[in-house]
């Protein structure tokens, strides 16, 4: 297929970037590693009539540890996050999930940012982000602002970002030796995540510490699984088996080619039920 006609404007900072969306609004689409959007251009199902392309902006892509906190540039590849020292020491959830996205040429060229924009509810990266309890810096035209990351998304493949506005930054809480995780997923394909769950286990066990439990692809936007997050601060990590199975309240997944809502209901509670039991599974030794 061929995308509609476009104007392609190459952005030379971020600053450069957020002035050619404000003076274009909603006409003008920014591209970073073109992944989501230019499948969606070909198909046209977006026709975006100008094209921001941001991909050439190098200090959009770092990985920086702060403290507690690990920055990440927006530009940043899914390759980058995958092969990451400080990531895989401090958050090794998300490089994990990263090497699962696509294949290796996706991979080199997708971005966390363009992930995140592009606000599929089947993202790899948003469910781990939003199990983590990620933070996004916003910046527009004389504004900035800080988003957690359930906030970024209105609806499927909507976002909550004005039309000047673009993804600074994203900062995700460091993991400390405590803490444990897993991320499940089924896949219908190599590039198409049918339902995937998150698991991130804060303190010295389920119990006395914290737990995130957040689900792709079983609603409009990821979702954390709360009925389910209750029961195991409340009854410890022996309910797991109960937990998993109230993993799908208050969530909407769709029947499509792929699969039915039902079936998304019953992988959910299969991969929550394998993602807490992992998790369990690397909690120091008491």
């Known amino acids: ?40 251009m070909r198909l046209r199902i ?51 999930a990263a090497s699962l996205i696509g294949d290796p040429q996706v991979r080199h060229r997708g971005t966390i940012g363009g992930a995140l924009g592009h606000a599929d509810p089947a993202s790899d990266l948003a469910a781990v982000l939003v199990a983590l309890g990620a933070e996004v810096l916003v910046r ?52 198409g995540t049918l339902v995937a769950v998150a698991v991130v286990l804060r303190g010295a066990n389920g119990r006395s510490g914290d737990v995130a439990i957040s689900l792709a692809n079983m609603g409009p936007a990821p979702l954390r699984a709360r009925s389910a997050e209750r029961m195991i601060l409340e009854g410890g990590l022996t309910v797991i088996p109960e937990a998993a199975e109230a993993s799908s309240e208050g969530t909407a997944p769709i029947s499509d080619a792929d699969a039915s809502a039902d079936y998304r209901r019953h992988l959910a509670a299969v991969l929550t039920r394998r993602a807490l039991l992992r998790a369990a599974s690397r909690l120091p030794a008491r």
């Open 140 to 191: 527009g035209a004389g504004s900035e602002r800080a988003v957690p990351i359930s906030g970024l998304f209105a609806d499927r493949f909507r976002t909550t970002l004005g039309p000047d506005e673009v993804i600074a930054a994203i900062g995700v809480p460091a993991m400390g030796s405590p803490d444990a995780w897993s991320y499940e997923r089924a896949a219908v394909r190599p590039q």
């Open 1 to 40: 297929m061929i995308p509609a006609p476009f104007e392609y404007q190459a952005a030379s900072s971020l600053d450069d970037a957020i002035e050619r969306l404000r003076l274009h609004g909603r006409d003008a689409k920014l591209l970073a590693g073109g992944q989501s959007l230019l499948p969606l």
């Open 46 to 96: 977006a026709r975006p009539a100008i094209l921001i392309d941001i991909g050439r902006v190098e200090d959009l892509s770092f990985i920086r540890e702060e403290a507690d906190r690990i920055n990440i540039g927006p530009l940043t590849r899914h390759s980058d996050l995958a092969r990451s020292p400080v990531l895989r020491a401090r958050c090794p959830i998300l490089p994990y």
